[in-house]
C-alpha cells in the first residue's frame, strides 16, 4: 500500500500515484508500459494476473524495473505530514526523510520498555511513565541484592529468596560435581580399554620373541652338533692318514 495521498502538501503528479492503490507510490516499480505501482501493490496483483491493471497488457514479476530516476526524485521531493499529526506532530518533510523523521518522533506511540507492561505512550512521555510504571523494577533496598518489581515489594521476602537461591546453587554443583564425575569414570574406562588392548599387544609379541628364540637356539645346537660331528671326522681321517 502506499502512502495516503490526503498526508502531502501541495499537488501530487498523477504520474506518481500507484495504478492499484492510488496512493502516493511506496517503494516503486515500474512495468515495460511504464505504469508504476507499489512493490507490495503489484504482487499482490500478480498473484492472481499476469496483467497490467492499466492497459491490461501481459507483465511478470522478471519485467518489473525500478521507477526512472527523474520520477523517483519527483517522488522523494513530495512535501507530506508525519503520521503522528493525530498525536500533535506538527512536522511536515519531504518523502525522502520522513522514515528518519517518523522513527525518531517524539509523538510516536511506543511500548513501554518494561517486561509485562502492554502500555502504549508517547516517546516524550516515555520517561516520566518509566518512573511510576508498576512494572519498574528496582534493587532490594534490604540489602539482599535482588532485583524487584514494584508491584511485589509487598510480598519480597529477602531471607525466602536467599535460601531459594542457595538451594539452587546447591543444586547447580551437584549436577556440576555428577558431570564431572561421569565425565572422569569415562576417561578412565577409556585409558583402562586402551591400557589392556596395549598390554594384549605387548603380550602377542613377547610370544613372538619367545618363539623365534627358541627356534634360533635349536638352530645353535643343531649347529653345534654339526660342528661336533665334523670334528671326529677330521679326527678319524687324521688317524687313519696317520696309520697309512
Not at 49 to 75: A, F, G, T, W
Not at 79 to 101: A, F, P, T, W
Not at 120 to 131: K, P, T, V
Amino acid at each position: 500500500m502506499g502512502y495516503d495521498i490526503e498526508r502531502f502538501v501541495g499537488y501530487v503528479n498523477e504520474g506518481l500515484l500507484c495504478s492499484i492503490c492510488r496512493d502516493v507510490l511506496e517503494d516503486p516499480l515500474q512495468a515495460p508500459c511504464e505504469h508504476a505501482f507499489c512493490t507490495a501493490c503489484i504482487h499482490g496483483w500478480l498473484v492472481h494476473h499476469s496483467n497490467c491493471p492499466e492497459d491490461r497488457q501481459m507483465i511478470d514479476v522478471s519485467l518489473l524495473r525500478p521507477l526512472y530516476r527523474y520520477m523517483k526524485n519527483d517522488l522523494n521531493r513530495l512535501q507530506l505530514r508525519c503520521k503522528n499529526r493525530e498525536y500533535g506532530c506538527e512536522m511536515v518533510c519531504s518523502l525522502e526523510s520522513i522514515d528518519r523523521h517518523e522513527r525518531e518522533c517524539e509523538y510516536s506511540q511506543i511500548p513501554c520498555s518494561n517486561a509485562g507492561c502492554t502500555v502504549q505512550i508517547e516517546r516524550r512521555n516515555l520517561d516520566g511513565h518509566l518512573a511510576v510504571c508498576e512494572y519498574r523494577s528496582r534493587e532490594c533496598p534490604n540489602g539482599c541484592g535482588y532485583t524487584i518489581l514494584s508491584m511485589e515489594d509487598t510480598q519480597h521476602n529477602c531471607v525466602a529468596e536467599l535460601r531459594t537461591e542457595l538451594e539452587l546453587l546447591r543444586s547447580e554443583m551437584i549436577c556440576r560435581v555428577e558431570e564431572a564425575k561421569h565425565e572422569m569414570e569415562s576417561r578412565l574406562d577409556s585409558q583402562r580399554r586402551h591400557m589392556v588392548q596395549k598390554e594384549s599387544i605387548l603380550q602377542n609379541e613377547i610370544e613372538e620373541l619367545k618363539s623365534q628364540m627358541s627356534r634360533m637356539m635349536s638352530d645353535v645346537r643343531s649347529l653345534m652338533a654339526a660342528e661336533r660331528q665334523h670334528r671326529q671326522e677330521l679326527e678319524q681321517a687324521e688317524l687313519e692318514k696317520r696309520e697309512l
